[in-house]
């Protein structure tokens, strides 16, 4: 089952604009992960938010995680063409050390 | 990409055959999954190994079997291949132990999988 739910599903935006991207979630976590996947590779590890944080920062990447909605962020401020992806979300409901992904938004940044 | 490989990248087979993909880390860890990813599906966790021969099963394991004999290897056996199983095939490894707040994964570049 899929725990993570993003929205939108897809996203299209000129270079410069900013790209935000939501993803709910159903049940507790310890974390919430943003990967990234350019066409026809594997998942790269954006950035992760623990349970106890409300926002983090890394580069141009801002996630924010409100744990009363069960909701997450992700904001990519002053977007370029090398931003085209797909953006998923993860979370870690437990100890088992396993993830659950959402099904991805795909952004298209265009020049 | 931590050192994580696998093979083959492409394969294509005929339906009962049975296939076997492998997950190669060169960094030790210990947690090691494989994941299916399909159109309107997103990854879907198919097995994963927490030790050398300590595994369990994800959310979509009928027809998949594994093994890890080795750290280093994580094997993806489909018994008897059928058109379902065409997918895009992911092996991931994890730095933390299982428990740790920080388990970010690391994937490795695919298997793309065709059975006809």
């Known amino acids: 089952s899929q725990q993570g739910e993003e929205d939108p599903q897809a996203l299209s935006i000129q270079e410069g604009e900013n790209a935000t991207m939501n993803c709910s979630y159903k049940t507790s976590i310890n974390n919430l992960q943003w990967y990234r996947q350019n066409s026809g590779r594997g998942l790269v590890h954006l950035i992760l938010?623990?349970?106890?944080?409300r926002e983090k920062h890394s580069g141009r990447l801002r996630v924010t995680l409100d744990t009363s909605k069960k909701s997450s962020s992700l904001l990519i401020t002053a977007s370029r063409a090398a931003d085209t992806a797909s953006y998923f979300c993860?979370?870690?409901?437990?100890?088992?050390?396993?993830?659950?992904f959402g099904q991805g938004t795909t952004l298209q940044v265009k020049p | 990409d931590a050192g994580i490989t696998q093979s083959p990248r492409h394969k294509v087979t005929e339906t009962g055959t049975p296939v076997t993909l492998r997950c190669h880390q060169t960094?030790?860890?210990?947690?090691m999954y494989w994941y299916r990813q399909d159109p309107g599906h997103g990854l879907r966790l198919i097995h994963y190994s927490y030790g050398v021969k300590d595994t369990d099963k994800g959310e979509v394991s009928d027809g998949y079997s594994v093994s890890r004999s080795k750290t280093e290897d994580f094997l993806l056996t489909l018994e008897s291949a059928t058109s379902s199983q065409t997918s895009v095939y992911f092996c991931?490894?994890?730095?933390?132990?299982?428990?740790?707040?920080?388990?970010?994964?690391?994937f490795g570049p695919g298997t793309r999988l065709t059975v006809l």
């Open positions: 991931a490894i994890s730095r933390t132990s299982g428990g740790a707040k920080d388990n970010e994964q690391f």
């Open positions: 993860a979370t870690d409901g437990g100890n088992t050390g396993k993830l659950i």
């Open positions: 960094e030790n860890h210990r947690y």
């Open positions: 938010i623990r349970s106890n944080e």
